[in-house]
């Protein structure tokens, strides 16, 4: 069974130490729970497919420190820049080019790419501090939220010790999810952004957003 620790200076830096040990941790974040495991672990995004019983097909986005990070990861493009820059930390997950020159695990995209497709990735930096923090630490987190799949996601550390205590190694515990929408989520990998998930921040936002900085409207 997981062990659960309050989240604070003590609890993300016990949280950092297992995570860079391979470790699945279960963190708060700005919606819901989320539980991550460290980037570079061996077999760790597929220990989040099975701790979910998720399908290996569907992506599993990153949480970052900053916007700057995101540049470790994506290219980013005019769109994805004024989008992160108006809207981050918050509820917007960009869907960007992958750099070339990173080695990113197969299963974060959701398993193999088919032959011409644009390998591609989710970035987001959450309002909390909580997993800024360790993204700070350990570089950009694969994180996915703290439920089965398909069903609602755990609300507090009790519901994430019931329902995945047995596939945690710990839980960062800040107390109540502060719940609400699901990140909006846009693809920025083509000519023109185009909405994958209405969410926290409104269409209508993003949309002003991108006319005052001369760029393309965002397509549904």
Not at 72 to 94: D, Q, S
């Amino acid at each position: 069974m997981a062990r659960r620790i309050d989240d604070g200076p003590d609890g993300r830096a016990e949280a950092a130490r297992l995570l860079a040990g391979g470790a699945i941790v279960a963190i708060p974040t700005d919606t819901v729970y989320g539980i991550a495991v460290g980037l570079d672990t061996p077999g760790g995004i597929e220990r989040l497919f099975a701790a979910k019983s998720r399908p290996p097909d569907k992506a599993i986005a990153l949480l970052l420190a900053d916007v700057a990070q995101a540049a470790e990861i994506g290219e980013m493009t005019a769109v994805a820049t004024a989008l992160a820059t108006a809207f981050w930390p918050g509820g917007l997950t960009l869907v960007v080019p992958r750099r070339t020159d990173r080695a990113l695990p197969a299963a974060l995209t959701g398993g193999d790419l088919a032959p011409g497709a644009i390998p591609t990735v989710g970035l987001r930096v959450p309002d909390h501090d909580a997993p800024r923090a360790l993204a700070r630490a350990l570089g950009p987190l694969p994180t996915t939220s703290a439920n089965r799949s398909g069903e609602p996601e755990a609300r507090d550390a009790a519901e994430i010790e019931a329902l995945l205590g047995h596939a945690v190694d710990l839980i960062l515990d800040g107390g109540p999810s502060r719940g609400g929408p699901a990140s909006t989520v846009v693809d920025c990998t083509g000519p023109e952004p185009v909405m994958r998930r209405a969410g926290a921040i409104a269409v209508d936002e993003i949309a002003r957003c991108l006319e005052s900085a001369g760029l393309p409207a965002v397509g549904r």
